[in-house]
């Protein structure tokens, strides 16, 4: 069985992008000696948060989009044995244009 997850307000469930193991040069870099990417997928949002008078604002970001968010944001979450970022659509810094998700997630 899958499980659904759905977000609240303005949570964005995020899956990071792996980063490349291998310098310019050809060398491989170790798994230990690497950081966790700050680069990842948005896999699902939130339907957005009220304004003062009652009105839903949408979040500016969609599922499908590669953002850059902080190093230490968000909170690592595993569901159905994949690891997921949970944060705030503020803790996301911005959108990656013209980049296509390789699918090639951590």
């Known amino acids: 069985m899958s499980v659904k997850f759905r977000p609240l ?4 469930v995020v899956k990071r992008l792996a980063e490349d193991t291998k310098t310019a040069g050809g ?5 230990s000696a690497t950081e966790k990417p700050m680069q990842g997928e948005v ?8 304004d003062e008078d009652g009105e839903r604002v949408a979040l ?23 690891e997921l970022l949970i944060m705030k659509e503020s803790d ?3 959108v990656i244009e013209g ?8």
């Open 9 to 12: 307000h303005d949570r964005v």
């Open 27 to 31: 060398i491989i870099i170790p798994d």
């Open 43 to 50: 896999i699902s949002v939130g339907p957005g948060t009220r």
């Open 60 to 82: 500016d970001v969609k599922a499908g989009d590669i953002v850059l968010f902080g190093k230490w944001s968000g909170t690592e979450v595993k569901l159905d044995g994949n």
């Open 92 to 94: 996301i810094m911005g």
């Open 99 to 106: 980049k296509v998700a390789a699918k090639k997630a951590a």
